[in-house]
């Protein structure tokens, strides 16, 4: 059980833009959260998880995984948990990828004594997602899944999704399985008024809301209420339906599964604040599940 050296890319560090570098700011409030996570997200993807690492132990093969645009380690850790041999932990910032070192290596320590026998390992650089393979010593088509939570969402252009893809197409194996977990576009377009939920996106500046296909790659400010109830603002981006099915394609992906995670009244926490009851019955989120077709 150890956690790899961080290599750290200066190129990637030297061509971040602003908006990369945007959550290193809030690293610190990274495991404070927000309800819409804890109730819908993290469940969610721990269960596909399950259901994954279960297929590969039918089959008898040990599994390793990309985590792109790892954050804090959130899922690098649930990856480990639900039996990767190996997880190889990516995010362009490196205050980001020191934390995510730091959560996995508290981790692995938890789990030295009366833990799971033969945990894996994980590895972190520091990275864009758009040059994966000019990591040292990767190497190509050897990954059976990767995971993408809320990444591309932060890319500032449709090239730079194409490529990150391209990118994460060539290190997987054929058949191996994509995870992209975005907000959901409703979210995009609805998701304005005041206090309905713990995501709200501010109007424009002419106090309009956005429109599905002429503010498609467009910047939006998108404040978050975290658990204490203090929002933070961050910039991200909305692509519609029609360009992923199309880049998910042309980065040699067939998509399997389109999952809308949401939940109902009876599901909300009893401590859960009141506006949570805002994402009851409503998709806050949207989950393409790929297979990387054969070469």
């Known amino acids: 059980m150890r956690v790899t050296a961080c290599f750290f890319q200066l190129r990637s560090l030297l061509t971040m833009g602003d908006e990369d570098q945007q959550w290193v700011k809030y690293k610190d409030d990274y495991h404070e959260g927000v309800?819409?996570?804890?109730?819908?997200?993290?469940?969610?993807?721990?269960?596909f998880f399950k259901s994954f690492a279960e297929e590969k132990l039918k089959q008898g093969k040990p599994w390793k995984a990309l985590d792109v645009g790892c954050g804090m380690g959130k899922?690098?850790?649930?990856?480990?948990?639900?039996g990767a041999s190996y997880v190889l932990a990516i995010d362009v910032a490196a205050e980001m990828v020191a934390g995510a070192k730091k959560e996995t290596e508290q981790f692995l320590l938890a789990h030295r004594s009366g833990g799971p026998a033969g945990i894996g390992e994980a590895e972190f650089h520091v990275c864009s997602a758009a040059h994966l393979t000019s990591i040292p010593r990767?190497?190509?088509?050897?990954?059976?899944?990767?995971i993408c939570i809320y990444?591309?969402?932060?890319?500032?252009?449709?090239?730079?999704?194409?490529?990150?893809?391209?990118?994460?197409?060539?290190?997987?194996?054929?058949?191996?399985?994509?995870?992209?977990y975005e907000l959901h576009f409703v979210e995009y377009l609805t998701g304005t008024a005041h206090e309905r939920g713990d995501v709200e996106y501010v109007p424009k500046a002419d106090g309009t809301g956005y429109k599905y296909f002429e503010d498609e790659g467009k910047?939006?400010?998108l404040r978050i209420r975290m658990k204490s109830g203090r929002q933070i603002e961050i910039v991200n981006r909305f692509y519609t339906l029609s360009f992923w099915v199309t880049a998910?394609?042309?980065?040699?992906?067939?998509?399997?599964?389109?999952?809308?995670?949401?939940?109902?009244?009876t599901d909300v926490p009893s401590d859960a604040p009141s506006f949570m009851r805002h994402y009851a019955e409503r998709p806050t989120a949207m989950c393409w599940v790929c297979t990387k077709v054969s070469q």
């Open 138 to 146: 990767i190497e190509e088509t050897t990954f059976d899944l990767a």
């Open 248 to 265: 998910l394609s042309e980065a040699g992906f067939q998509i399997t599964q389109f999952h809308e995670p949401h939940t109902s009244l």
């Open 219 to 221: 910047p939006r400010t």
């Open 35 to 47: 309800w819409a996570k804890d109730v819908l997200e993290i469940p969610f993807l721990e269960g």
């Open 151 to 180: 990444l591309f969402c932060n890319l500032v252009s449709k090239e730079d999704v194409k490529q990150a893809l391209g990118e994460i197409s060539k290190l997987l194996r054929p058949g191996a399985s994509l995870i992209v």
């Open 75 to 82: 899922y690098t850790t649930r990856l480990l948990r639900a």
